[in-house]
């Protein structure tokens, strides 16, 4: 299994260099840290007294990784999710945030175990989740995956602006569904045809 490091630094290259689309409430982004995550540590990189974009794009990598690690990873607790969730839960925290653990939360109660659905890891969900993972071993990470995929077709059917997000130009899949794809077995994984099917009544 992969450490945490490992885990982050593939985070980041999913995530890619410095962008700042208008279509992305995130505003400018570097390695998928965004100014907001910036401004709300205090990381005036450039020392002139404000945390804008020209902090994100002087960002490292290495500041990045270690971003990821402390408020992305262990601060919210995803450390105490059973490991094998551990790397998806993760990614989406940093594609998500707190919606990360709210797409967890009601999987568990697709599952008839009763969790309060808040976005926080606290003993409830850290419990409830353990209790998944027990029943359903060989199927929770795979069942949490669909879960994100589901969530970011949702998230496009509701706002037009993200839909290329999950659609390419050409019609086949996008940076979100690939990426929550890399957390799904393959025989999981929709085909061509189904993503089409899909995506259809955004045309």
Excluded: C
């Excluded at 994100?56 to 990873?73: E, G, M, N, P, Q």
């Excluded at 069942?143 to 995929?149: K, P, S």
């Amino acid at each position: 299994m992969q450490d945490i490091i490992e885990i982050a630094t593939a985070i980041i290259a999913r995530e890619g260099g410095y962008v700042n689309d208008p279509d992305d409430p995130g505003g400018a982004t570097k390695y998928g840290v965004t100014v907001h995550t910036m401004r709300r540590l205090g990381l005036d990189l450039t020392g002139d007294s404000q945390v804008d974009a020209a902090d994100v794009k002087v960002l490292t990598r290495a500041r990045a990784v270690s971003i990821f690690v402390d408020h992305y990873f262990r601060r919210p607790g995803i450390d105490r999710l059973p490991a094998p969730l551990q790397a998806s839960v993760f990614d989406m925290y940093v594609n998500a945030g707190g919606n990360a653990v709210k797409i967890l939360q009601r999987l568990l109660g697709d599952m008839r175990i009763p969790v309060t659905v808040d976005g926080v890891i606290g003993p409830e969900t850290i419990a409830a989740t353990q209790k998944a993972m027990q029943a359903a071993p060989d199927h929770l990470v795979d069942a949490y995956g669909i879960a994100r995929r589901n969530y970011y077709y949702d998230l496009a059917d509701r706002r037009a602006n993200s839909r290329k997000y999950a659609r390419r130009r050409d019609g086949g899949k996008g940076g979100w569904i690939a990426r929550a794809e890399e957390f799904i077995a393959p025989r999981y994984h929709l085909t061509a045809a189904q993503h089409r099917q899909r995506t259809a009544r955004w045309d």
